[in-house]
């Protein structure tokens, strides 16, 4: 899809209701299902993170938006597709400014090119004990990418319509922090597979993205 063509469309993003767990529900992992009962009283004590959904214009016009691979390292997130973003610094005056500030320094795009259309809904993840929320921008320019050696692997550059294609939805064997193997939703984007917290942020995206498209 040409960009100038996803920015008329999306305009009326802010008018649109939060699918919210409609849509989270979809890419819920089955072992997730049991802790949602416990999720409330855990959520209270939580570490919080901004992340964000950067939308533009690649070389040719069409849209595309950016994820990234991180590092492999002694964690729960390590070696797996996310958002650009992180947790909450003591300089950051908001959670927006967390979202802005991670995304300039794990992909280079400065925060004074970037529009927020919409927060969505928030998603809990128990193995770090983190609250997420995250947002939906755009830049208008095609952003040359600098990725933070130091925590990102890779970029990974989405297409929008393979992105809303239901052929990028998958089921996938995974072995999780609970040291089980267990079969999930997720998304298969450009031979990476997307699943758990991302994926349920995914979910919501698309699914508010397909009432405009």
Do not use: C
């Not at 003591?90 to 795009?109: C, F, H, N, P």
């Not at 529009?115 to 208008?140: A, C, W």
């Not at 996938?172 to 990476?192: G, M």
């Amino acid at each position: 899809m040409k960009f100038e063509e996803f920015l008329k469309s999306v305009s009326k993003i802010k008018n649109i209701p939060l699918p919210a767990e409609a849509s989270h529900f979809k890419m819920l992992p089955p072992f997730r299902q049991e802790l949602l009962k416990k999720q409330e009283e855990a959520i209270k004590k939580a570490k919080h993170a901004g992340v964000l959904a950067l939308f533009y214009p690649d070389e040719s016009a069409q849209t595309k938006f950016i994820l990234i691979l991180r590092k492999t390292y002694k964690g729960v997130h390590s070696d797996q597709v996310a958002f650009p973003g992180g947790k909450v610094e003591k300089q950051d005056k908001s959670i927006l400014d967390t979202a802005l500030r991670e995304t300039y320094e794990e992909v280079g795009v400065t925060i004074e090119t970037i529009q927020i259309l919409k927060k969505v809904s928030q998603v809990y993840i128990p193995p770090s004990n983190f609250y997420v929320q995250p947002f939906i921008g755009i830049t208008e320019n095609t952003p040359q990418f600098k990725k933070q050696d130091s925590e990102v692997e890779a970029l990974i550059e989405v297409d929008l319509e393979h992105f809303l294609d239901d052929q990028s939805l998958i089921t996938k064997t995974v072995a999780t922090s609970y040291s089980i193997e267990v079969e999930v939703p997720a998304f298969k984007l450009n031979n990476h597979v997307v699943w758990g917290a991302t994926a349920m942020m995914l979910s919501e995206i698309k699914d508010l993205l397909k009432q405009l498209l």
